[in-house]
Every structure is written in C-alpha cells, then in structure tokens.
T-cell receptor
Framework: AQSVTQLDSQVPVFEEAPVELRCNYS??????LFWYVQYPNQGLQLLLK??????LVKGINGFEAEFNKSQTSFHLRKPSVHISDTAEYFC????????????FGQGTRLTINP | KAGVTQTPRYLIKTRGQQVTLSCSPI?????VSWYQQTPGQGLQFLFE???????NKGNFPGRFSGRQFSNSRSEMNVSTLELGDSALYLC????????????FGSGTQLSVL
C-alpha cells in the first residue's frame, strides 16, 4: 500500500517570495509521483510528474519538484509566487505496476498575500 | 478537444435517496476513474473502468457502484445516501494505456441533507 504525507496544511507567503510545499511518501513498490493544483470550484490540474530519469522535474506555471529517493520526498518549489498561485496543492503517487490509482496527500492550501 | 465533462455540477439529495452522476471522458479515452473528495478524508479513489469493465476498485461500501458504456461515458450511482456521502465527486479520464496522463473534470458537488 502507499501513503502520502503533506507536511503543511496551510502555507501563507507574500507575493514574489519563494515557496516550498513539502511531500513525503511511503510505498513498498516503485511509484510515479505527481503534483496537482485545485483552484476554487474546479477539478484537479496536473502541475508536474516524475516517472523516471532526472530527479528535477519542471512543470507548468514556473513550478518544479525534486524527487529524493533516499528521503522518499517530492517537494514542490517556485522561486517567485503570484497572487494567481493561490490554490490547494495535492501530492500524489501511483504504483508503476498493479492497481493504477492515485493515492493523494491531504493537500496544502497556499495563500499568497500582496 | 473537449475536456472531461461531469453532470450535474451540483446536486442536493436527502438521506435514503439514491443518486446518479455522469462523466463524459475526453474523446478517444477508454479509461474513467472516480474519486471522492471530502474535507475530512481528502481525495479517495472509488473505482476505475476500462472498456466497460471495472478494472480497479477502492475501499468503499457496495452502495457505491458504477458502470461504463460502449462510448466510454461512465455513470456512478450511490444508493441509500448518508450524510457522510456529501462530497465533491471527481471523474478522470485517460487513454487507459498511458495511465499516468489523467485529466480531471470539474466535479459534481453532492450535498446530502
């Protein structure tokens, strides 16, 4: 089985400041890793994913994440945030083999203050 | 290309009733997955259908069921509604072979009174 822990339920930052949203996972099998964003009253939009290869993954809207296998982490970063980044962010894993379903963390609400 | 379409957008039901939610996947996609999102439990996988067959199932009671039609459209049914079934129900579609490319709909917000 897999589990995902997002270490911060809420993260407030000022506009143009850097941000890091933390994600740790647990799995007995190899997994793919994902970050999704959810804007108010909307579904989930994929920000980025790690399947294999380079551990630094770049996504949309200037976000990037680094996969650290030894620490089983997949933290999301952005060097300079904008008001429009205010949303809820979800880290998720999916086993490479077996049941193809996403297991999500509880989410981190990112609030950007002017 | 149209995205994943879920109908209705909002639903209000009372305890004991049943409800059917609909999901139309992206054209050409053969896999449809359903997720439940609640403030307490977060996002949880319900089930996945591929080519009209349930391929994977989450840990939900038998009151939750689904089906997929030959045109890949999917419906989810919840019988004997309980207050705790109030949630945002999200549908996601994929080709079924490149499963990590999931596209989500905007969801159906179900309120059980």
């Amino acid at each position: 089985a897999q589990s995902v822990t997002q270490l911060d339920s809420q993260v407030p930052v000022f506009e143009e400041a850097p941000v890091e949203l933390r994600c740790n996972y647990s799995s007995s099998v190899s997994v793919y890793l994902f970050w999704y964003v959810q804007y108010p009253n909307q579904g989930l939009q994929l920000l980025l994913k790690y399947l294999s290869g380079s551990t630094l993954v770049k996504g949309i809207n200037g976000f990037e994440a680094e996969f650290n296998k030894s620490q089983t982490s997949f933290h999301l970063r952005k060097p300079s945030v904008h008001i429009s980044d205010t949303a809820e962010y979800f880290c998720a894993v999916m086993p490479v083999r077996g049941a193809q379903k996403l297991v999500f963390g509880q989410g981190t609400r990112l609030t950007i203050n002017p | 290309k149209a995205g994943v379409t879920q109908t209705p957008r909002y639903l209000i039901k009372t305890r004991g009733q049943q409800v059917t939610l609909s999901c139309s996947p992206i054209s050409g996609h053969r896999s449809v997955s359903w997720y439940q999102q609640t403030p307490g439990q977060g996002l949880q996988f319900l089930f996945e259908y591929f080519s009209e067959t349930q391929r994977n199932k989450g840990n939900f009671p038998g009151r939750f069921s689904g089906r997929q039609f030959s045109n890949s459209r999917s419906e989810m049914n919840v019988s004997t509604l309980e207050l705790g079934d109030s949630a945002l129900y999200l549908c996601a579609s994929s080709s079924g072979t490149v499963i990590e490319k999931l596209f989500f709909g905007s969801g159906t917000q179900l309120s059980v009174l």
